[in-house]
């Protein structure tokens, strides 16, 4: 079975903070994905990234970084806290075999900035 | 992005069929998902359908494609309260995209 993890399942930060949250999976795969979920406006892509040290800008980069040092690993950055990116961050990984391109998920990270 | 839409809430009684819409703008859509997210978790991938298919049956789910109207339906037949949950429907499109929906809040009542 596809594992991704989430570092936190749960966090809360204060305006300004510098937060990472770490996205890792264990399949192998090339391709890593950052979202967001808020409800009514469904998942937004934030990044993604098709191999080390690549990546790409999604719909929603703004206020966002992130790094893939490892293939396993792929981190997303916020540099500054803000209460707009109070959300449930998702991370997902995808392979370049098979023919339905499945993304797999992670169980999410609630971020609460206050 | 691309637009996927989907109503926010669905309310069926148990034993009930229940039919969830989708619908969506890129034509070159190659394959299209329905996931499943249940409170607390991330999404799991329920089925996907290629974009030359009219329609496929997995046990309780049938999804149809209408790629003409570029609408797609989920059926889930003899509903169950197991199966209260959101449900997105996405599209894969370039290379490395997909696009979601917002999601359907599908309410099961005993």
């Known amino acids: 079975d596809v594992k991704v993890t989430q570092s936190s399942r749960y966090l809360v930060k204060r305006t300004g903070e510098k937060v990472f949250l770490e996205c890792v999976q264990d399949?192998?795969?090339?391709?890593m994905f950052w979202y967001r979920q808020d409800p009514g406006l469904g998942l937004r892509l934030i990044y993604f990234s098709y191999d080390v040290k690549m990546k790409e800008k999604g719909d929603i980069p703004e206020g966002y970084s992130v790094s893939r040092e490892k293939k396993e690993r792929f981190s997303l950055i916020l540099e500054s806290a803000s209460t707009n990116q109070t959300s449930m961050y998702l991370c997902?990984?995808?392979?370049?075999?098979?023919?339905?391109?499945?993304?797999?998920f992670g169980p999410g990270t609630r971020l609460t900035v206050t | 992005g691309e637009d996927v839409e989907q109503s926010l809430f669905l309310s069926v009684r148990e034993g009930d069929s229940s039919v969830i819409n989708c619908t969506y703008t890129d034509s070159s859509s190659t394959y299209l998902y329905w996931y499943k997210q249940e409170p607390g978790a991330g999404l799991q991938l329920l089925t996907y359908i290629f974009s030359n298919m009219d329609m496929k049956q997995d046990q309780r789910l049938t999804v149809l494609l209408n790629k003409k109207d570029k609408h797609l339906s989920l059926r889930i037949a003899d509903t169950q309260t197991g199966d209260s949950a959101i449900y997105f429907c996405a599209e894969r499109t370039d290379f490395n995209k997909f696009y979601f929906g917002s999601g359907t809040k599908l309410n099961v009542k005993p």
């Open positions: 399949m192998d795969h090339e391709n």
């Open positions: 997902a990984s995808r392979g370049e075999r098979g023919q339905s391109y499945e993304q797999y």
